[in-house]
């Protein structure tokens, strides 16, 4: 029996310190009986969430199909990549604490996602009519989407604070996917595929029945072997991705004890928090940039001319293609100018914050080829006679590698938060401004000549273009005040651009291979698309309290 008192005194001191470490929160007591604090996390919850995703793949290819360009079937295609997205939707659980320090539950979520692997056109083996085989770039593309996923999750975690939970959490994991493959006689499959997920997070409960988290995901689904509609072959798909989200929740009271951590009724007059501050700040972020689908289009026009001055031959051929990029994870400074107001005789505020990120982030693809399709009209014959003859050619432009990258982000937000005793939430929206540049590097023309191909543009060209793009951004964060002067701010910011084109222009002049001619032309391109970034910002901050400035006399 005194073991028993000692062990529940000892127990009470381990709480009273725990709370202590928490300020603005208090712990009910019940008949003269301390209650656990440890059952603020037992019952069901609900919530939303949104997040990044990235690393999507389709493995293990082998594919023949006819090869629109050259006349023969392609063969041993894989399509890789590690492309990316955003994904948001939401989530349920139930969690129940087994002691002071853990807690085990289960949660289901369902995810909307606009996830695309990188695709490209993949090299393969060309067999040719005549029965050579020769390894040269086959025209097919590959990938995969995730238009939508979702996961039934066990979670088991630890509370070293009673208000913080860290958790590792693991389970069943289903999506549709998606299998493009491209060329003239394109096929996308869809189907639901199962698999697995895993990862972990942290959650802070930050006022009674509220609390916020960080998640990461890592999900397998494999696939089938299907044959498709044109490929004379079949492909096995696993597909895989990792998702970095943020969400909040709500806690209900159903299936668990009364709530024993509130908030201090008398916050305003106890917290640190000043009444109106202007603050400055620097920092860094961890950050996701996603490049959306890149469209690259490419022309070429032709003047062939012989050594007396006269037009031999006029053409035109041009085609698009998409680009799909990786996304890009990297390590960037901020810094922060903030403004916040707080209504009068409430804990609730506004504010606006003017953020600037230097995220230095590119993404390039090598070895795009551009397909070309025209026609080329001949005006002289082999006896320089008048001649007017149209014939239709297939051509191939060979771009060495194609780089997008964002260099500067600036975002503001106004926003509207409470306040607590050493900090405030907030949620805020916004415009965005960003600097984007697009390089086309080493791009060069081929034709086909009686099925081997021909050097049209002789030196390969290189296209640049940077411009700054208007999009639009959210945020969330939390911030804590060390003292009234300092605080830190953390918080997760999303900007999407809105979609823009560049245009290029480049011209040649190069000697006709077999013929005493030379071909003088222009070559236009354009590229098009959008990006998005997703940071996890954290800096220090120190506020001017301009209600005590107000108030000096002085």
Known sequence: MKKAIVCAAKFHVVLAIGSACVPGLSFAQSAGTPSVPYPIWTGFYAGVNIGAGWGADARNGNIWRPDGLNG?????????????????????GY??????????GAEADFQGASLLSGSGLSPGYLQNSNGAVSYVPGWLGGGVSLHWFGTARARVGVTPLPTLLLYGTGGFAYAEVENAYGGALSNQVSAVRTGWTAGGGVEWMFMPNWSVKAEYLYTDVSGDSSAYNGVYGSVSNRTRWNTLRTGVNYHFDWGAPSAVARVDADIASTSIVPKSALSIGVGGNLNVTTFEQ???????TSNNIDRLGRLFGYGFAGWNTGVNLTPQVAIAPIGQISYFNRFEGTNWLWGTKFSYTYLDSKSSRSNVLIPQFGAFNVTLDGQNNNFDKEFNFFGTGYLQSYQASINHQLVLTPFIGRAFSNGFIYLGAGPSLSHIRTNLNNLTGFRNSQGAPINQTALPANYQNSHWVWGAAATAGVTYFLTPSWFVDFNYTFSQTRGTTSYYLAWYAAPVPGFDVTSIGYTPASTSGALNTQSFNASLNFAFDLNAASADPH
Request: net charge neutral; no cysteine.
């Open 72 to 92: 023969g079937v392609t063969n041993s295609l894989t399509a890789l990549g590690a492309g990316g997205g955003v994904s948001g939707g939401g989530q349920i």
């Open 95 to 104: 969690n129940y604490a087994l002691s002071p320090l853990a807690v085990i």
């Open 294 to 300: 890149q469209n690259l289009y490419w022309a070429g």
